[in-house]
């Protein structure tokens, strides 16, 4: 018992306060058996008491009376007593904090782990115990002895979980996932227990689980375990231990599980037993090969006379009649996924009652689901059969494949939500599988196989992720009575929309999909953050390293499908405080911390984002009439959120192309419905040269400089220019480049006054604001006459080779000038690293060209932007 006044030391490092007089503090080791818990922690009279780690730690209780202790409080309550014991693994390790042999629940009702992990951390110190399975296989099938109490049922399901977890580690010699560095190489000594090991585990279960499974065939949690021993099984020793009569008593066994239970837990436990005893290296293969066949071959039988009676035209089936089909089809299916039964031609019988279903609206959703599932498995098998060189006509599993693709894609409107996620799933799996990816590894003979969806499907798809993924807890209709505020039912539901993102995300990470569909995902990703943050943000990632380009493409349309939700809900004249709009930009942030620090990596991605948003920000005139500005105009300054992504050289050539959309007017503004523009003006100038550059102040500046460019030498009162800013050999500079390669033509979006007369005047004698306002002096009509014609430059693969050496001709335009004005769609390397662990996707193989490493200098140099000639060019452009 602890004193009164003792010192508590907290865990995380910090001091608890001094108890008062009078409040004995009751640890774990002083009778701490009748104590209240609450979060880990014991109770007594209201007052906190100290853990289990805590105890242990203080050194003032012997380990034994707190080992008793703890046992005590096990029996009064496990959950509590559990927790405790975590806790106190997690406090060893030396983590910090606690967790509230409601997680725990939520815990033992999914996951059936526990076993693993508690065998790993006892195998270095109790090993040998754990390696006792003569006393375990006593205490589970010997009466007790006169005076013993019998094990209960919750204690023999605990005994065969830790038999199973005990004997995996022995056979696999490697901790669970999370505990150690995964697989290691076993020295000689280690090889020889595992041999001896599994060797004693053969020759003990294989007479042992026949009776085993005798005594427990009616429960389904001890059986699924009892049957995944077989798979450590040395099979060799059945024949050479003169064991072959357990074999058949095995097997007898098996048979009879399958015809007691109806559980896919329970079925799949069997066909994989059966998968691991056909083994045909070993003589026993003849006896099980035998013994599968024949029951396989009575449940087609079955299934298809059942089948029949079910589907007659006219006559309602009973619950009995859909109870025997539904049974036998769950044996069917569990079966075929570990087993070949194309023999049996099961697609027309599961075909049928999926069309049937269809027609007539009322088939029971679990005959659906299986049926679903099995037919998948039917395919699949049938692809194995062709890959490898079979018989098989390709051109047969094609009008299957395109047949059961389609049999899916009309349930996915069904009125049962939970048919709809069986048949999204399917069809997901199938578009992955049936995707360009098949001709992979020398499988070019599949490519008549190859299926893409069509525009309808893709977009069936897409609905069915924002209606049934992107939807609160509370609006989850798939719960049942009873159950709406049940924690391990919300996981579960979560869990489930998890696996339905991930499927649909695949299919846009491997190109199944067209990535700009992705848009309507990225755009959830603040909303939804805890639930599938970590899945959006690697789809995001994964997207990046396929295609630069076309995913930064992607996060501006997301962001712009934001806005135009926003202008719909809150109409043109919103409020920028309102949480709608903060909400946009902030996710524009996140958007913009995704693309890392290297800003050559990501450089024309950027720049394509730039000139995405600035076109749309342009694309609609204000509805409120002349002198206003445009409807999108406030999109700028989500944009701005990118310009710190953008190099100092770029922001000028980004800059430069924003002027084109503007209007004289637009420069002179000053009113709050113009700041976006400001601001994002201001961005793109931070950093620069010209930090302080007005549109008027900008050209005057460029123009009047003309006149003095030759007289000044070159080095006089000039800094030395950082690399890829110096003056330009070629005459052809930046601004030539840009007006030349310009395929968006400058949009007017409000009249300006017809200075005509200023346009025929001599261009050296003009002043420099007589210059600008002639160039915003035209009309549209006139700049559409009077501007050369474009040339539209595609790019081939020998030019993204060439260029990818960092080695430009003369005659060559900068990365970013091509990016802003070209509307090509380039592809950038997959090389770029990228390490998250958050799903385990394979990216397909790069086809694009190198990394841009070194530009040519002297092509963002604000000084060399015009000579006399590009000058004289910009000025007479109507001439």
């Not at 906190?48 to 203080?58: A, H, I, P, R, Y």
């Not at 056979?171 to 076993?186: A, D, F, I, S, Y």
């Not at 052809?732 to 840009?738: F, Q």
Request: proline fraction near 4%.
């Amino acid at each position: 018992q602890l004193s009164s006044d003792t010192d508590l030391e907290d865990p995380d490092g910090g001091r608890k306060g001094k108890k008062a007089p009078g409040e004995k503090g009751k640890g774990v080791g002083a009778k701490g058996a009748g104590l209240g818990r609450m979060n880990g922690h014991h109770q007594e009279n209201g007052m906190e008491s100290m853990t289990l780690f805590e105890v242990v730690k203080m050194g003032k209780s012997a380990t034994q009376s707190i080992v008793d202790d703890w046992i005590e409080s096990y029996k009064n309550d496990r959950d509590i007593a559990l927790l405790d014991l975590i806790n106190f693994f997690i406090q060893c390790s030396g983590c910090k904090g606690r967790l509230p042999e409601f997680v725990i629940t939520s815990e033992r009702l999914q996951l059936h782990e526990h076993g693993a992990y508690l065998v790993d951390s006892l195998w270095e110190c109790a090993g040998e115990l754990l390696k006792d399975w003569e006393s375990m296989i006593s205490l589970l099938l010997d009466e007790p002895m006169p005076g013993e109490e019998a094990l209960t049922d919750h204690q023999e399901t605990a005994l065969i979980e830790i038999m199973l977890c005990a004997i995996r580690q022995a056979c696999e010699c490697h901790p669970p996932v999370g505990r150690g560095t995964g697989k290691r190489v076993l020295t000689a000594k280690e090889k020889k227990t595992q041999l001896d090991d599994r060797t004693r585990i053969t020759e003990i279960f294989a007479v042992a689980l026949p009776l085993l499974l005798a005594k427990y065939s009616v429960d389904a949690e001890k059986v699924t375990n009892l049957l995944q021993l077989p798979q450590f099984f040395d099979l060799e020793i059945y024949t050479t231990g003169r064991l072959e009569k357990h074999l058949e008593s095995l097997l007898r066994q098996i048979r009879e599980v399958v015809e007691k239970h109806t559980e896919t837990d329970v079925l799949e436990a069997c066909s994989m037993t059966y998968h691991a005893l056909c083994n045909e290296e070993f003589t026993i293969f003849n006896r099980v090969d035998i013994a599968r066949s024949q029951l396989l071959d009575e449940l087609v039988d079955k299934f298809n006379r059942l089948l029949e009676d079910f589907l007659l035209e006219g006559e309602e089936p009973d619950e009995d009649d859909a109870y025997q089909v539904l049974s036998t089809l769950k044996r069917i299916t569990a079966f075929h996924n570990a087993h070949d039964l194309s023999k049996w031609d099961l697609f027309t019988s599961n075909y049928k009652l999926l069309n049937t279903g269809l027609q007539n609206g009322d088939m029971p959703e679990q005959i659906v689901i299986h049926a679903m599932q099995c037919t998948h498995y039917i395919i699949l098998w049938h692809l194995a059969k062709v890959s490898e060189g079979s018989s098989t006509k390709v051109h047969t599993l094609l009008l299957s494949m395109r047949a059961f693709c389609l049999m899916c894609q009309r349930y996915l409107t069904s009125v049962n939500t939970t048919v709809k996620e069986q048949a999204f799933t399917i069809l997901c799996d199938a578009l992955m599988i049936f995707s360009h990816q098949i001709v992979s590894s020398g499988r070019e003979q599949l490519e008549a196989l190859i299926y893409t969806p069509d525009s309808p499907l893709q977009a069936e798809l897409l609905n069915f992720i924002l209606d049934h993924v992107f939807i609160d807890q509370d609006d989850d209709n798939n719960s049942t009575d009873g159950q709406q505020d049940d924690e391990a039912s919300k996981i579960e539901a979560l869990h489930k929309r998890r696996n339905l993102l991930a499927a649909y995300c695949k299919l846009i990470i491997y190109n199944v999909v067209e990535m700009n569909t992705g848009a309507d995902i990225f755009k959830q990703y603040m909303r939804y953050y805890n639930d599938y943050g970590d899945i959006i943000k690697e789809t995001m990632s994964k997207t990046r390293q396929i295609d630069k380009i076309q995913c930064a493409k992607t996060l501006i349309l997301s962001l712009q499908q934001l806005f135009n939700e926003m202008l719909s809900d809150l109409g043109c004249n919103f409020d920028r405080s309102s949480s709608s709009y903060c909400g946009i930009k902030e996710l524009a942030r996140r958007f913009s911390l995704t693309f890392g620090l290297d800003q050559l990596k990501t450089r024309e991605a950027i720049a394509m984002l730039h000139k995405d948003g600035i076109e749309f920000a342009f694309k609609e005139p204000s509805p409120q009439g002349e002198g206003n500005p445009p409807l999108n105009l406030a999109f700028l300054d989500i944009l701005s959120e990118f310009s710190s992504k953008l190099l100092r050289q770029d922001k000028k050539t980004v800059h430069l192309y924003l002027e084109r959309f503007m209007t004289f007017q637009m420069a002179l503004q000053r009113e709050d419905c113009w700041l976006p523009l400001i601001s994002y003006r201001n961005s793109l100038q931070a950093g620069g040269d010209d930090d302080t550059m007005s549109v008027i102040s900008g050209y005057s500046s460029r123009s009047s400089s003309i006149r003095t460019k030759k007289a000044k030498p070159a080095s006089t009162g000039k800094r030395k220019l950082p690399e890829g800013e110096g003056p330009t050999p070629s005459h052809r500079t930046a601004w030539a480049t840009y007006c030349d390669t310009l395929n968006v033509q400058t949009p007017v979006m409000m009249p300006s006054p017809h200075l005509t007369s200023t346009v025929l005047r001599d261009p050296k004698k003009m002043r420099p604001e007589e210059s600008y306002m002639g160039v915003y002096a035209m009309t549209s009509e006139q700049q559409h006459q009077q501007l050369p014609p474009q040339q539209h430059q595609h790019q081939t693969p020998m030019d993204y080779n060439r260029r990818g050496s960092g080695l430009m001709e003369d005659d060559e335009e900068p990365i970013v000038e091509d990016v802003m004005m070209s509307s090509e769609d380039r592809l950038e390397d997959l090389n770029e690293g990228m390490d998250f662990d958050t799903m385990d996707i394979d990216l397909p193989p790069s086809k694009n060209r190198r990394e841009r490493s070194e530009l040519k200098p002297d092509y963002f140099d604000p000084s060399s932007i015009m000579d006399d000639s590009v000058g004289i060019g910009l000025l007479l452009r109507v001439q």
